[in-house]
Antibody, heavy 117, light 113 residues
Framework: QALLVESGGGVVQPGKSLRLSCAVS????????MYWVRQAPGKGLEWVAL????????KFADSVKGRFFISRDNFENTVSLQMNSLTVADTAVYYC??????????WGQGTLVIVSS | DIVMTQSPDSLAVSLGDRATISCKSS????????????LAWYQQKPGQPPKLLIY???TRESGVPDRFGGSGSGTDFTLTISSLQAEDVAVYYC?????????FGQGTKLEIK
């Protein structure tokens, strides 16, 4: 059973940066791709980024491309999301998720990012 | 990008009755090489992360009650709850995981009538 725990959220001013982390346990972390998904207050789910099991492939939603970067440490079993040039539109709960078997079957509890002056 | 459109946006159903949610994709999410539809359904309760209910359009995730069922293929999919229970009150999302960018439907809020 995978356990995913996000951290790093908080209040940040527009234009600033923030780094989120997701610590993963209970699975062979280095075997699985990882995803970040966000949910603005009262809104739906939006896929943000993915990183392949070995870190060699990354993909981003157009809304964050060039501003957000994803990385992983397969020794520490963590995945990170570096968020730069934040705007009010980036305010959301950010979830990390993975597919240990099928679809996206494991999710963290999320970390809230508020971009506000 | 594949656009996922759910209907209705909200739904009120009496306890014990059937609830049906539709999801349509703007292009096929089927893979002819393996005959699978890359379509999942998630349930999200307030303050909680999404929970996987159905994958491959119709396969129930382990531990999900059998009153939840998924059907459809290609571009048209349905989530059915055969006999609504109080604990099923939630927002339900469909998702295509066939191609990047992965996309979700806008969500359907299910309530008790």
């Amino acid at each position: 059973q995978a356990l995913l725990v996000e951290s790093g959220g908080g209040v940040v001013q527009p234009g600033k940066s923030l780094r989120l982390s997701c610590a993963v346990s209970g699975i062979s972390f280095s075997n699985f791709a990882m995803y970040w998904v966000r949910q603005a207050p009262g809104k739906g789910l939006e896929w943000v980024a993915l990183i392949s099991y070995d870190g060699m492939k990354t993909k981003f939603a157009d809304s964050v491309k060039g501003r957000f970067f994803i990385s992983r440490d397969n020794f520490e079993n963590t995945v990170s999301l570096q968020m730069n040039s934040l705007t009010v539109a980036d305010t959301a709960v950010y979830y990390c998720a993975t597919s240990t078997a099928v679809a996206w079957d494991s999710w963290g509890q999320g970390t809230l990012v508020i971009v506000s002056s | 990008d594949i656009v996922m459109t759910q209907s209705p946006d909200s739904l009120a159903v009496s306890l014990g009755d059937r609830a049906t949610i539709s999801c349509k994709s703007s292009q096929s999410v089927s893979d002819s090489s393996n005959n699978k539809d890359y379509l999942a359904w998630y349930q999200q309760k307030p303050g909680q992360p999404p929970k996987l209910l159905i994958y491959w359009a119709s396969t129930r995730e382990s531990g999900v009650p059998d009153r939840f069922g998924g059907s459809g293929s290609g571009t048209d999919f349905t989530l059915t709850i055969s006999s609504l229970q109080a604990e099923d009150v939630a927002v339900y999302y469909c998702q295509q995981y066939d191609s990047i960018p992965y996309t979700f439907g806008q969500g359907t809020k299910l309530e008790i009538k």
